[in-house]
C-alpha cells in the first residue's frame, strides 16, 4: 500500500535557526512529489512540484530535494512568518487521476 | 478574488441530519476534488471530477454524494450525517487530471453535535 511519512510531527526553531523536514515515502511508480504549506484555518498552500529523483526547487528560504526515497525541506534562516504546517503528498501509479496521498504533515513554530 | 471558494466556512448540525457543502472555482480549472481532513490533521481524497464526470471514488459511505453541475462546481451532499463525519473538508481544483498542482479552498468545518 502507498504510503508517506513525515518527520518530525512538530519542530520548534529559533529565528535564523536553518532546519530539515522529511518526508518518506513507499509508493509504486512516484509521478510527482508536492509540498503544501497550511497556515490555521487555511487550506494547503503549494509550494512545490519534484518529479525524479536529484531533483531540487527553492522559493525564498525554502529548499525541496528529491531522492529515491525520501524528500527533503530546507528551511535556511527561517522567520517567524515561516511558522505553519508543512504537508507533503506523492502521486503514484499508472492512473492519471490526480489522486494524491498526502502525509500527517509537520507542524513548524519559528520564535523570534 | 478567492480562487476556490467554499461555503459554508463553518457547519453544526444534529446527527441524522442531511447537509451540503459548495465549492466554486474561478480559475478555469477542469478537474475538482473533495478532501476531508481528521482531528490529526490528516488529509484523504474522497473524490474527483474531471470535466464533470467522476474520476475518483474512494472508500467513501454511499451518505456521501458528489455533484458536478459544470466544471467550474464540484457540491458535496451528506445524508444521515454521523458523529464521525466530524472533520474539516476541502475543495480543491487544478488544471486538469494529471501531475498538476491542486489549489485548495479553505475548508468548511463540520460538526456534529
Known amino acids: 500500500e502507498d504510503q508517506v511519512t513525515q518527520s518530525p510531527e512538530a519542530l520548534r526553531l529559533q529565528e535564523g535557526e536553518s532546519s530539515s523536514l522529511n518526508c518518506s515515502y513507499t509508493?509504486?511508480?512516484?509521478?510527482?512529489l508536492f509540498w503544501y504549506r497550511q497556515d490555521p484555518g487555511k487550506g494547503p498552500e503549494f509550494l512545490f512540484t519534484?518529479?525524479?529523483a536529484g531533483e531540487e526547487k527553492e522559493k525564498e528560504r525554502l529548499k525541496a530535494t528529491l531522492t529515491k526515497k525520501e524528500s527533503f525541506l530546507h528551511i535556511t534562516a527561517p522567520k517567524p512568518e515561516d511558522s505553519a504546517t508543512y504537508l507533503c503528498a506523492v502521486q503514484a501509479g499508472s492512473g492519471n487521476t490526480g489522486k494524491l496521498i498526502f502525509g500527517q504533515g509537520t507542524t513548524l513554530q519559528v520564535k523570534p | 478574488d478567492t480562487a476556490v471558494s467554499q461555503t459554508p466556512k463553518y457547519l453544526v448540525t444534529q446527527m441524522g441530519n442531511d447537509k451540503s457543502i459548495k465549492c466554486e472555482q474561478n480559475l478555469g480549472h477542469d478537474t475538482m476534488y473533495w478532501y476531508k481532513q481528521d482531528s490529526k490533521k490528516f488529509l484523504k481524497i474522497m473524490f474527483s471530477y474531471n470535466n464533470k464526470e467522476l474520476i475518483i471514488n474512494e472508500t467513501v459511505p454511499n451518505r456521501f454524494s458528489p455533484k458536478s453541475p459544470d466544471k467550474a462546481h464540484l457540491n458535496l451532499h451528506i445524508n444521515s450525517l454521523e458523529l464521525g463525519d466530524s472533520a474539516v473538508y476541502f475543495c480543491?481544483?487544478?488544471?486538469?487530471?494529471?501531475?498538476?498542482?491542486?489549489?485548495f479552498g479553505d475548508g468548511t468545518r463540520l460538526s456534529i453535535l
Open positions: 509508493v509504486s511508480g512516484l509521478r510527482g
Open positions: 519534484l518529479y525524479s
Open positions: 480543491a481544483s487544478s488544471l486538469q487530471a494529471g501531475i498538476q498542482p491542486q489549489h
